[in-house]
């Protein structure tokens, strides 16, 4: 179907449709099942009641027509909430004729005409997040109230990119007498976005907004585990009168990235996801001489320094930590205790004890599930390789049981004490699993940070300014909190994860979002002035020469 190299084998194994007999709502809450219902009759593209999603290509939400289907389950109780297609090889032909056939048209549409656009989609964004939010509680298994943060960091991206016209302002000067270089911001063509599962909602709107609003069109690839956020947001741009084929969304895994890497009218990857797929796909997608952004894992220290505020300390790193069960790229995955900070720990861990694993639409919960049952015995084999190296498992999630949902995939908080050559360390865990290493002094500390490969998100909890200033000052990560947990910047600045947790030279968002899907084009002009007709109106015969 698509041409064939060394193709990485998907990290996790999905569930293929065609070996599960899983029933559609039978494992759902009543609050669950209602929701199900009522996103699968008001919604074109997605189901939760086990009907197919559908491919969005040239305005038209599209059943395909492969053989191919991925289940996607309900992490909480595994029941099939809908499937998603193997895009085929001429479905995802169409696609992306649909976005080049559109792009002729977008690309010298009015930046006012795109202004309006977004402004447009960040009002039916408001008005549907409840069932953005609710999808992404059934397939991505986070709470409500996680959800609707997943898509309020979208939105404020949407918001962003109203402000089109002011960002694509060019430059102009006077290069010598009469002569004027101006330069233009043009955009680039069919671009293309790969998602992850971890923020449904809010990665498809990193790229959407920005990618549209600077005049290209788009092909995006949602994650297979949670498609339902993308196919509503897709509808929505529709209702917001964007024109058939300017955003397509084609579902898969990866015989569909490959396809994207390899297309030669796509100009453009934005890949955000784990480290394995990332490497592939930007090798993969430079070959062809495209652009590429790929934002991957990460492993977020949290310097704990004695003088910290303790209560906002503990609080911090307990929500960073376990919240989403720790599958956010800048949950914060290890806590550096810095000399008596040390002493806390007991008080972390009672804590700890106190947060609510359950289903995200039941109340008081504070975390859900984690993803897949493959992800729920990688992360139990990463806490059990603790033990097995030395290290000491202090609260232990490994078994937790969830009254009502006994095929979740649960993993209470996990608290381990280790050195930083253990696996456990060492490896991006993405589940609610906090790895506490000491540290004597505020050096060691930025040592051990800077050792670490990946340079995503860092923070430091401390009163005294110097201390902070110093932190920010030495340690080698791109984004940093200061008293602040997870310190991903608001969209006017962009993400700016480095090292290890970064492929590219161009990032998400901001000001770099802005050029990573423009080109300049400069122009030099002379007019002499000498050459103007005289403002003094002619009498004369006109002759025309
Ligand atoms: P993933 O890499 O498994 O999947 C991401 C996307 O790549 C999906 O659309 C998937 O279909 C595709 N894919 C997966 N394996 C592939 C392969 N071998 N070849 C080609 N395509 C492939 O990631 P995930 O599990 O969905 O998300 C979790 C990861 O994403 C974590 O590592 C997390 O740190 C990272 N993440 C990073 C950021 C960031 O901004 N740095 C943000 C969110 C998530």
């Not at 193709?7 to 293929?16: D, K, M, Q, S, V």
């Not at 490497?279 to 220290?301: C, D, F, P, S």
Request: charged share 20%; aromatic share 6%; proline share 6%.
């Amino acid at each position: 179907m698509y041409p064939s190299r060394s193709l990485p084998r998907l990290r996790t194994l999905h569930a293929r449709s065609y070996a599960t007999s899983r029933q559609p709502l039978s494992g759902l809450s009543q609050t669950a099942r209602s929701r199900a219902e009522k996103l699968s009759a008001e919604w074109k593209g997605t189901s939760a009641t086990g009907e197919n999603t559908k491919n969005f290509i040239g305005g038209e939400f599209v059943e395909s027509k492969t053989k191919d289907w991925i289940d996607v389950v309900d992490p909480a109780s595994q029941t099939l909430l809908t499937r998603v297609p193997e895009t085929t090889g001429a479905e995802f032909e169409q696609a992306v004729s649909a976005a080049s056939e559109a792009f002729k048209s977008w690309s010298k549409s009015s930046v006012l005409t795109r202004q309006r656009f977004v402004i447009e989609l960040q009002r039916l964004l408001r008005e549907h997040s409840d069932a953005i939010a609710a999808s992404i509680v059934l397939e991505q298994g986070k709470t409500y109230a996680d959800a609707q943060g997943d898509l309020l960091r979208g939105q404020q991206v949407v918001e962003t990119a109203m402000g089109i016209p002011t960002a694509l302002l060019g430059d102009t000067i006077e290069v010598s007498k009469d002569m004027d270089t101006s330069s233009r911001r043009l955009p680039l063509g069919v671009c293309a976005s790969i998602a992850p599962f971890n923020f449904p909602a809010m990665i498809p709107l990193w790229t959407i907004p920005m990618a549209i609003a600077t005049g290209n069109t788009l092909v995006l690839k949602p994650s297979e585990r949670d498609p339902g956020a993308a196919m509503i947001i897709s509808e929505l741009c529709s209702r917001a009168g964007l024109p058939a084929g300017v955003l397509n969304v084609v579902h898969g895994t990866v015989p569909t990235v490959n396809a994207i890497c390899d297309h030669p009218q796509i100009k453009a990857i934005s890949f955000v996801g784990g480290d394995r797929a990332g490497k592939h796909i930007y090798e993969r997608g430079r070959q062809t001489g495209k652009r590429v952004q790929a934002n991957l894992g990460a492993k977020n220290h949290a310097v704990v320094m004695p003088d910290a505020n303790k209560n906002h300390a503990i609080n911090s790193l307990l929500g960073a930590a376990f919240g989403a069960a720790g599958q956010r790229c800048m949950a914060v995955s290890v806590a550096v205790l810095v000399g008596n900070a040390q002493q806390w720990l007991p008080e972390l861990v009672e804590r700890a004890k106190n947060l609510k694993v359950n289903q995200g639409f039941e109340d008081g919960a504070d975390l859900g599930p984690v993803i897949s049952p493959a992800a729920k015995s990688r992360i139990e084999g990463l806490i059990a390789s603790a033990t097995e190296q030395g290290g000491k498992i202090i609260l232990d999630g490994r078994g937790v049981e969830v009254p009502g949902y006994a095929e979740g995939n649960w993993v209470g908080p996990t608290i381990i004490e280790a050195t930083t050559d253990m696996r456990c360390y060492k490896e991006e865990i993405f589940g609610p699993v906090l790895i506490v290493v000491p540290a004597d002094t505020l050096d060691d500390a930025i040592d051990i940070v800077n050792a670490n490969k990946y340079g995503n998100g860092t923070a430091i909890f401390t009163q005294s300014g110097a201390t902070a200033r110093k932190y920010e000052t030495h340690v080698e990560v791109g984004q940093i909190g200061i008293n602040v947990p997870i310190p991903v910047p608001l969209p006017m600045f962009s993400w700016s994860g480095n090292k290890a947790s970064f492929l590219g030279d161009v990032p998400f968002y901001g000001k770099g979002g802005i050029n990573f899907y423009t080109q300049n084009k400069t122009t030099t002009s002379l007019w002499k002035a000498e050459d103007a007709i005289g403002n003094k109106a002619s009498v004369d015969m006109p002759t025309h020469h």
